[in-house]
């Protein structure tokens, strides 16, 4: 159980892979919001979902009857729950429901996060750190998405990610108009910009300062983003959870990190992860995130 945003809940990857290895004869479910729950059981991380929301939760945290809305909870042969464990009388009522229940604070700051997940729940930390296979039905599903905006089906793809979860996370949209000026001089590709719900003041600066115009993915879904993100050969893009995803589905990636924020950096090392500066444009910051670009092209 994990309530968190997607980049939270994919750091969580490994652990959900070593529960499937260590229960191969049982069903995983995820319960996490809808969205990111279709995502993982459509890249067949999990084998079913359900909305964290429909659990009842909120009914272990004060004293009461029995708690109804909770049933599916305690017809579970396990639980781990990333979730409520600073609430002593939430983690001692589940523990009734389900006596042998891992809960588990869902971060922690003197590591990675996605290791800290994997020691949870006992694992060995052995690190399941390969990419996660794209089904070819969300390859093809990323692929009509990116044709419909523009892509030739030929062209070598550079996808943009210039949102995020807050600003405090997202680098200057001029510094990501300097990389992709910078990059074109040396690898002609076709850029394309993605754009999720919060993303359009960020894209606009992007999209603004070009004479041409780039291709745009406007909100697509997970499962087709998942699918493009198989078909570029480099992403760039702030700390977020659609940086997640394309470090995850094993896309060379060049991720950008406020000061402070390395312990949520991916658990795939598909990504190159840069500490820049978020409030302001340092001209140090846009050379080393084009020489990472580089970098990673050259490994394509």
Known sequence: MHPGALGDVLLAVPALRAL???HPRDRLTLAAQPRIGELLRALDVVDD???????????????GPEPGRAR?????????????????????????????????????TDGPVWRHLLNTIGDDLSEERESMRIPAEVLEQGRQTLRAAGWDGEAP????????????????????????????MKHPSAVVVHEGPADREAVDVVR???????????????????????LVALYVGNDSGISHLAAAVGARSVVLFAPGMLPWRPWAPAAECI????????????DH????????????
Do not use: Q, Y
């Not at 409030?279 to 140090?284: D, G, I, R």
């Open 157 to 184: 793809l550079l996808m943009i990610h210039a949102g995020g979860g807050g600003v405090a996370k997202r680098w200057p949209g001029d510094g990501f108009v300097d990389v992709i000026t910078g990059f074109g």
């Open 72 to 108: 599916a909870v305690a017809a579970a042969t396990r639980v781990v729950c990333w979730f409520g464990a600073k609430d002593p009388g939430f983690v001692r009522r589940l523990k009734v429901m389900v006596p042998e229940a891992i809960v588990a604070p869902p971060a922690v």
């Open 208 to 230: 603004a300062r070009f004479s041409k115009p780039l291709l745009w993915l406007d909100n697509p879904t997970l499962p087709a983003l998942a699918g493009a993100l198989g």
């Open 275 to 286: 500490v820049i500066s978020t409030t302001a444009l340092v001209p140090e910051d846009v």
């Open 289 to 300: 995130v084009l020489n990472a670009m580089h970098r990673c092209w050259s490994l394509h």
């Open 49 to 63: 979902t359900i909305g964290f929301d429909s659990l009842g939760l909120d009914t272990l945290f004060v004293d």
């Open 20 to 22: 499937r290895r260590a």
